[in-house]
């Protein structure tokens, strides 16, 4: 599975929007993007995902670069409850390996 | 409903002791994951059981051993820890193992080795 690197933390403030980006500049052409978060010693809550089409869902909206090298997860308005710890992974579709966490982005938004 | 269970939330236990954790979907998700969290680290894949059958072992140390009974349930054996094995347990499930599906994951098991 591809590699994946994100920033190691971020700060937000409440109510603005939030762009975490993540890049996966070996991703091949059957591979997914999913967004995972976890709150402190709470288990990783799924986001969204996508192939190469832009997605959006009632938490968040992925944007893929048209080559996908590279996407952002958008947090529209942003709250203290989004304090967590954001996972970018990319997933090769019937792939044994599963997720594979790396080290994420640790976003806090700020009151 | 859409939940995964782990049970229990904590558990404290002694290096000669034997434990089992346990972790229940009623989604019909027919994959199931054993997770390890350390403190300050990403989650690492341990096992994985497709259909009820094991399909995945990450080279985890015999001490662990996982079981699954039925299509619902999920449980993991624990005997002669080390201190080291101290960490956060999760499961997860997934409607199919592969790409392009959604994993629900447990709250996990916080387990500390005495």
């Known amino acids: 599975d591809a590699k994946t690197t994100q920033p190691t933390s971020m700060d937000c403030a409440e109510g603005r929007a939030a762009n975490l980006p993540c890049n996966h500049s070996?991703?091949?052409?059957?591979?997914?993007v999913y967004w995972y978060r976890q709150i402190h010693s709470q288990g990783p809550q799924y986001i969204i995902h996508?192939?190469?089409n832009n997605e959006t869902n009632e938490m968040a909206s992925l944007i893929i670069t048209e080559d996908r090298k590279s996407s952002t997860l958008i947090l529209p308005h942003a709250t203290l409850r989004d304090t967590a710890v954001y996972y970018c992974?990319?997933?090769?579709?019937?792939?044994?390996?599963?997720?594979?966490f790396g080290s994420g982005t640790q976003l806090t938004v700020l009151p | 409903d859409t939940e995964v269970t782990q049970t229990p939330k904590h558990l404290v236990m002694g290096m000669t002791n034997k434990k089992s954790l346990k972790c229940e979907q009623h989604?019909?998700?027919?994959?199931m994951y054993w997770y390890k969290q350390k403190a300050k680290k990403p989650p690492e894949l341990m096992f994985v059981?497709?259909?009820?059958?094991l399909s995945i072992n990450e080279s985890v140390p015999s001490r662990f051993s996982p079981e699954c009974p039925n299509s619902s349930l999920l449980n993991l054996h624990l005997h002669a820890l080390q201190p080291e094995d101290s960490a956060l347990y999760l499961c997860?499930?997934?409607?199919?193992w592969g790409g392009g599906y959604g994993y629900t994951f447990g709250s996990g098991t916080r387990l500390t080795v005495v």
């Open positions: 997860a499930s997934s409607q199919e």
């Open positions: 070996t991703i091949s052409g059957n591979e997914y």
């Open positions: 996508g192939l190469k």
């Open positions: 992974i990319v997933v090769q579709a019937g792939s044994a390996r599963q997720l594979t």
């Open positions: 989604m019909g998700h027919r994959a």
């Open positions: 059981y497709s259909y009820e059958k």
